[in-house]
């Protein structure tokens, strides 16, 4: 909730928001009803915003003394003994306020060392317990290190004090705020290129689950070859046994996989597709300079575990392709003979 509602009209928004700007930085909070949402109680969110604040900035004119809202709340923050006044433009108050102070506050004296823009700042300072509001307005434009130290000594609660801070620091050192901006960009820099990283792992960590939900998809469909293989070697085996034919060790044991099956020849060749994919992207990065440790890491358990499976495969299909052709061979010279 904010320190300061202000009551205004709508015609003079635009002095309602000089105004609320000087006072945000002066670590005061404002409320007015262009902070309103959309679909909002307008009735009861007000409500709320003058009981939650500490003092009602009323901002009369020709205006808004004609509008009965701000008369509402005007009223209910006199009622609350948190009312401060102050007129935009000379106009006659309403009857019920003519005993509240309230001089008119010239066009653009906001914010500067106006008499009447003061009295609103010591009248705030009063209700906010900041007394140090208005020696701050003073000094903002002419101070020196001494009167700003001297301030601090007077004020050390108020939350101006960090700024305060900061001007004495760049007064002493004036390369100081220079330095500072650019270790700020230096700082923004790093963690945006930190991000970038950050959303880059990101990626790889779901490349890395993808493939390996892939891996288990092939594990599968590999067993269910090497079931079906298993079949198809008893079957090859009797028909050696039918026709005579001897069985031998480099034929069809081992890993089991049939030559003529197109699933083998399916599974190898999506293997070395998933190998060259899993470690691209890091070979990539080594290859660019840009790799690390982790990098090496992937390309060897790519290797490992996607590689050197492909090569066994592609090993036993060309083993058993030849030890088929040669069956074959001996086959076609006992029935020549």
């Known amino acids: 909730m904010a320190d300061i509602f202000i009551s205004y009209s709508r015609n003079d928004r635009e002095r309602c928001t000089a105004i609320r700007d000087i006072l945000d930085s ?28 500490k003092a009602l900035l009323v901002l009369w004119s020709e205006d808004s003394v004609e509008s009965d809202w701000v008369r509402n709340e005007a009223r209910t923050g006199k009622e609350k003994s948190g009312l401060i ?28 060392d106006n008499s009447v823009w003061l009295g609103i700042l010591e009248r705030i300072g009063e209700l906010l ?43 002493a050192n004036p390369d100081m705020s220079g330095q500072l901006a650019s270790e700020k960009a230096k700082r923004t820099a790093l963690e945006a290129e930190l991000a970038e990283l950050s959303t880059a792992s990101k990626a790889q960590s779901g490349e890395v689950a993808t493939n390996a939900r892939e891996l288990v998809r092939l594990k599968r469909e590999l067993d269910e070859a090497q079931s079906g293989q298993q079949q198809a ?27 003529n099956d197109k ?14 994919q899993f470690i ?21 358990f790519g290797i490992i575990a996607l590689g050197v499976p492909a ?8 083993r058993q392709r030849k030890a088929m052709q040669r069956e074959a061979e001996e086959m076609a010279e006992t029935a020549a003979d």
């Open 233 to 259: 070697d008893a079957e090859l085996q009797r028909y050696r046994e039918a026709s005579g034919g001897k069985n031998k060790s480099d034929s069809l044991s081992g890993l089991g996989i049939v030559l």
């Open 263 to 276: 699933i083998a020849i399916y599974l190898a060749l999506l293997l070395w597709f998933v190998t060259i």
């Open 129 to 171: 317990d900041r007394p140090g509001l208005v020696d701050y307005t003073r000094l903002k434009t002419k101070a020196t290190v001494t009167d700003w130290k001297n301030w601090i000594a007077r004020y050390p609660t108020d939350p101006l004090v960090p700024e305060v801070i900061d001007q004495i620091v760049e007064s």
């Open 26 to 53: 002066l670590k005061v909070s404002v409320w007015f009803d262009a902070g309103i949402g959309a679909g909002s109680s307008f009735d009861r969110e007000i409500e709320r915003e003058i009981d939650a604040a």
């Open 85 to 112: 006044a102050v007129q935009l433009t000379p106009c006659t108050l309403p009857l019920e306020f003519r005993s509240v102070q309230a001089e008119v506050l010239a066009e653009g004296a906001e914010g500067t």
């Open 311 to 318: 090569a066994m495969v592609t090993i036993k299909i060309m």
């Open 280 to 300: 691209w992207e890091p070979l990539n990065q080594l290859i660019k300079g840009y790799g690390g440790l982790g990098d090496v890491f992937w390309i060897a």
